[in-house]
């Protein structure tokens, strides 16, 4: 019996219970406005906690993300850029290899050309002598018939004159260093005159004094050794003139002359050996095409 | 009714939170559905009347939530909890894999009479997953759910529990 009246009971209070959802939806379903009045707050509670949850998640998963995948990626990134840098490398010491066959090439040929078959081809080892002068040491001594004051050029021009020679390594003193002088001459305007080296920090100059302003030297006149009172052959391209100034004392001129060799790039060189300038047979001999023999 | 009011907050903060983490988490767990959760879990922790308050403000909270008409899942869970309550399955103490196994039974059911009631209301959006996969999250996170509510609510002491 009092199960029954119990049972009664809860199916009384679960009727009666009932009775709110369906009036909440009789009203929701004749106004809407209700719907939002309700659940205003609890959308707004639940919106703060999934924000708050969100940025916590969402932090955490970028955590995650930046330490496991990232610095996998970041690794990947650094590898591959040393692979690229190391391509980069590669390539650049190729090209740097095919130059210097080039200028390797260009010196046989220049040697070839020119009857100079006493020439021995020597590579720059190191740059000497600075602050004070203007030297290269190369790899090849008085063991290979290198001898004091033998030219020395490279495929581009004139470099210099060997100064001092050990058994397997000689200095060679460069045309722009102060100490240094030899005849030159004007292409254009067939003006000679004494070339000597230009004391810079920066720059690798000559300069050519004692020219006569008859000759009428120009700006942009090609400058080559004459071949007079010196090792130096004839015809040796030394450089460019690119300014004419009145010398000190007003009666002659004296030229600067930017050099056509690259001093900073030079990595191998000829030297002219027993260049006596008795035996020299041909002194109208040059290296370049321009004038066939 | 403060035991309902307390429960029904708590209720609240999980779900909220449980939705916070949803965007993260794969699709397939958008077929939760927290009412048979708070059916059973009501049922074996707390008295009837009980029972009965917190299907009013839960299911209140849940039809606010799922974007339903309030009202809708109250009512259900009403029912729910008063033909529950004629068996005696709730009764007595039992594991977390038992009572995620009521819940697989009970979700299941609770979803056919849900796409009933919407069919012959409103519209119906028949999804297959939602009838086969839904009850088996449900199950799945009710383990959780109930582990962390239990927790809970001894921290805010709620009255009238039959833990």
Known sequence: MWAIIERAKKILIVLFLSSLPLLLIFIQNKNQEIKFFLSWPVIETAGRIEQLTLGIVGGLSDWFFRYFYWSNRADE??????KVEEADKLRYRVKDLINEKASLLELDLIAANNGYDNSQKAQVI???????????RIDKGSRHQIRQKDPVIS???IVGQVLAVSLNFSDVLLVTDPSSAFEAKLINSN???LCRGVASSFKYLLEITDIDPLENPKIGDIVMSSGINSQIPFGLLVGKVFEIQKSDDGLSLKAKVDPFVKFRQ???VLVLINQDPENKADIYSSPWPLKAK | MKTAAKFSFLLLMISS???GFLPKMPTIFDFFLLAPLTIVFSLQYFRFKE?????LLSGAIIDILSGSIIGFNIFLMILFVLILSFFNVFLGKKSQFVLSFYVLIISFFYRIIYLIFQGLFGNTYLMLGNLIFGPIIDSIISILFYYLLSKIQNIFRLSGSKI
Not at chain 1, 126 to 136: F, N, Y
């Open chain 1, 77 to 82: 990134l650094r590898n591959l850029r040393s």
């Open chain 1, 126 to 136: 190191a740059r000497t002598g600075s602050p004070l002068s203007r030297m290269i």
């Open chain 1, 155 to 157: 495929h581009e021009g």
């Open chain 1, 191 to 193: 003006a000679r005159g």
């Open chain 1, 266 to 268: 030079l990595d191998y």
């Open chain 2, 17 to 19: 939170i449980w939705q």
């Open chain 2, 51 to 55: 029972s009965l308050m917190i299907c």
